[in-house]
T-cell receptor, first 111, second 119 residues
Framework: TQLLEQSPQFLSIQEGENLTVYCNSS?????LQWYRQEPGEGPVLLVT?????EVKKLKRLTFQFGDARKDSSLHITAAQPGDTGLYLC???????????FGTGTLLAVQP | GAVVSQHPSWVICKSGTSVKIECRSL??????MFWYRQFPKQSLMLMAT?????????EQGVEKDKFLINHASLTLSTLTVTSAHPEDSSFYIC???????????????FGPGTRLTVL
């Protein structure tokens, strides 16, 4: 059972456009992480959000954790070809540090 | 810091043979490591949790006799795919937990992955 659903599944946009990726669940998570993965490589951590309602910014990327800690969003402003990759959210539950990964969003930014 | 390596980065083997993949935390000690499997353009599926000095915990549907995990030290975990078959071909990724004080602040750092192709 996939507990974390990401939308959209695929996204192809032009350089300079804005986009938002959503990560939704019916479960509550103690923390949520966002990763970006390029083909043939392991995921690279972008951010960890812990507090409900928390907003974190990383240059052109803005991450938000839902108030109820069940969902999160990633907003990219003025996307660039270097943003191309597979974006994954992952939630941690309770006392365990085991991560449950989202279904993934494949982003392609065309120059 | 917090670098995780995997070896080999890719391997091709014949059906029926066994393949060992190593996962190392290079600059920190990781009491817990995780093994994932990933199919093309799909997300990561957790296979097992590996704790130093104890038996691995496998996720539902993962055959423990087929995917042998050994966590001999705080910096090394190995995954052995026994009697590999073409359906075992996949991208295998490990991660190591960098301790942050509590489980909710621990961060997982991922290795670069190992591409296994079984002919």
């Amino acid at each position: 059972t996939q507990l974390l659903e990401q939308s959209p599944q695929f996204l192809s946009i032009q350089e300079g456009e804005n986009l938002t990726v959503y990560c939704n669940s019916s479960s509550v998570f103690s923390s949520l992480q966002w990763y970006r993965q390029e083909p043939g490589e392991g995921p690279v951590l972008l951010v960890t959000v812990v507090t409900g309602g928390e907003v974190k910014k990383l240059k052109r990327l803005t991450f938000q954790f839902g108030d109820a800690r069940k969902d999160s969003s990633l907003h990219i402003t003025a996307a660039q070809p270097g943003d191309t990759g597979l974006y994954l959210c992952a939630g941690a539950k309770g006392a365990t540090n085991k991560l449950i990964f989202g279904t993934g969003t494949l982003l392609a930014v065309q120059p | 810091g917090a670098v995780v390596s995997q070896h080999p980065s890719w391997v091709i083997c014949k059906s029926g043979t066994s393949v060992k993949i190593e996962c190392r935390s290079l600059d920190f000690q990781a009491t817990t490591m995780f093994w994932y499997r990933q199919f093309p353009k799909q997300s990561l599926m957790l296979m097992a949790t590996s704790n130093e000095g104890s038996k691995a915990t496998y996720e539902q549907g993962v055959e423990k006799d087929k995917f042998l995990i050994n966590h001999a030290s705080l910096t090394l975990s190995t995954l052995t795919v026994t009697s590999a078959h073409p359906e075992d071909s996949s991208f295998y990724i490990c991660s190591a937990t960098y301790p942050g004080g509590t489980a909710s602040t621990d961060t997982q750092y991922f290795g670069p992955g190992t591409r296994l192709t079984v002919l």
